[in-house]
């Protein structure tokens, strides 16, 4: 587990597979930056599980996935070949990106050995706020309207983690303080805010009682009618506007069958032998 370079002053930062984001980011903060990825363990989850699943967190709204921010990876071929995909500077657009191709294969395509990040400086603050909603439709239709509006929110989440009680809209800024002010301001224009935090998150996450978390995703626009068909769901956390469902209960399916064919060819492609298994998050 290593930092194998690290330019401040160019925004990059170079890791092995094997370092944990907190260590990553525990490297980054006194330099005032981070990787604005936010996947739940952060302190037990490696670089190259995070780059194998695509993990994220509430904060993919406004940041993307890990995706967005990696500049280059070297990883080892099922043949044993070591390859280099991408440039560790912040513009390059020569050759094919085995990057994002890579990015969420779970490990079947190739091994991930390192990665060069472009890292960001830390917003001067972040502010969290939410709004309770009767019923997910009308939790939905708030989400539309940030969604397409001027503002810029980091995070756009809905939740009923506790499996009961009102839906939940939590909205998320980040920048300066005027920035931060200023859109707390405008938001309250579509509805009356009160201060929150990301704890629901970390419920959903460490409360295993109810089964395996599962991962549903649909356009954000089907979202509300979604959540309306799921039928056995004991808690739910969703990324709302990008269409992205975690959920605790009966099995709902992934939504993400058309790929599956596309995947077997590229698996074909990369690793005809088999040899690599699918790492699971």
């Not at 809209?169 to 859109?183: K, P």
């Not at 405008?186 to 109810?210: G, I, K, P, V």
């Not at 709902?252 to 690793?271: I, S, W, Y």
């Amino acid at each position: 587990m290593s930092i194998v370079a690290y330019a401040p002053d160019d925004l990059t930062v170079t890791v092995t597979a094997d370092t944990t984001l907190a260590a990553l980011q525990q490297h980054l903060a006194p330099r005032d930056q981070w990787l604005p990825v936010d996947p739940p363990n952060p302190a037990r989850l490696t670089i190259g599980e995070i780059v194998d699943c695509d993990l994220s967190g509430p904060r993919r709204y406004g940041y993307g996935t890990v995706r967005e921010h990696i500049l280059s990876l070297r990883a080892e071929l099922a043949d044993g070949r070591l390859i280099k995909s991408g440039a560790d500077v912040v513009k390059n657009a020569a050759g094919y990106d085995l990057c994002r191709l890579f990015t969420g294969a779970r490990g079947e395509l190739a091994t991930v050995c390192e990665v060069c990040f472009k890292v960001q400086p830390r917003p001067e603050v972040e502010h969290f706020g939410k709004v309770e909603f009767p019923t997910a439709e009308a939790a939905c239709e708030f989400v539309e309207k940030l969604d397409t509006s001027e503002l810029t929110p980091t995070v756009l989440d809905l939740h009923n983690a506790n499996g009961a009680g009102p839906w939940t809209v939590v909205v998320g800024f980040a920048g300066t303080r005027e920035e931060v002010a200023w859109q707390r301001k405008e938001t309250e224009r579509f509805a009356a805010m009160t201060d929150t935090n990301l704890d629901y998150e970390e419920q959903f996450w460490s409360t295993t009682a109810a089964g395996p978390a599962r991962k549903l995703s649909v356009l954000p626009s089907k979202l509300a009618a979604t959540i309306a068909s799921m039928r056995g769901v004991t808690s739910l956390v969703a990324r709302a506007g990008n269409g992205v469902i975690y959920y605790r209960g009966e099995d709902q399916g992934t939504g993400l069958a058309p790929a599956v064919k596309l995947m077997q060819r590229l698996k074909h492609e990369f690793d005809p032998d088999n040899q690599l298994q699918a790492r699971r998050a």
